[in-house]
């Protein structure tokens, strides 16, 4: 599976983004995936997974302001963001774990490059 993931961008505190992730590979439909970022000076961290059931789960912090989605016809996972914070600000990695649904980074297979999401105050 190969991703590309785009979207990012600058915004204001408040705006909203929706990050995308296109995936190629005949098993899309079938893996778990899911977004993570990393800001400047920190870990990387998991936001959002969403597996083949479309099940999902979410860091708290992003609970009731980003939706994680995916269009199996379009190999494309989505994740949607509002009421965006300066403390979103970071770079935001897709990724696929072939086997399993978890929000450890360690257990994804695959990984896509970031795209930079900068939220202003």
């Known amino acids: 599976v190969q991703l590309q993931a785009f979207g990012g961008g600058l915004v204001q505190a408040g705006g909203s983004l929706r990050l995308s992730c296109a995936a190629s590979?005949?098993?899309?439909?079938?893996?778990?995936m899911g977004w993570f970022r990393q800001a400047p000076g920190k870990e990387r961290e998991f936001v959002a997974a969403?597996?083949?059931?479309?099940?999902?789960r979410y860091a708290e912090s992003a609970k009731g302001r980003f939706t994680i989605s995916r269009d199996s016809a379009k190999n494309t996972v989505y994740l949607q963001m509002n009421s965006l914070k300066p403390e979103d600000t970071a770079v935001y990695y897709c990724?696929?774990?072939?086997?399993?649904?978890?929000?450890?980074?360690?257990?994804?297979?695959?990984w896509g490059q970031g795209t930079q999401v900068t939220v202003s105050s």
């Open positions: 990724a696929a774990m072939k086997y399993g649904f978890t929000f450890q980074a360690g257990n994804y297979d695959y």
């Open positions: 969403i597996n083949w059931s479309t099940s999902t």
């Open positions: 590979g005949r098993t899309f439909s079938s893996v778990t």
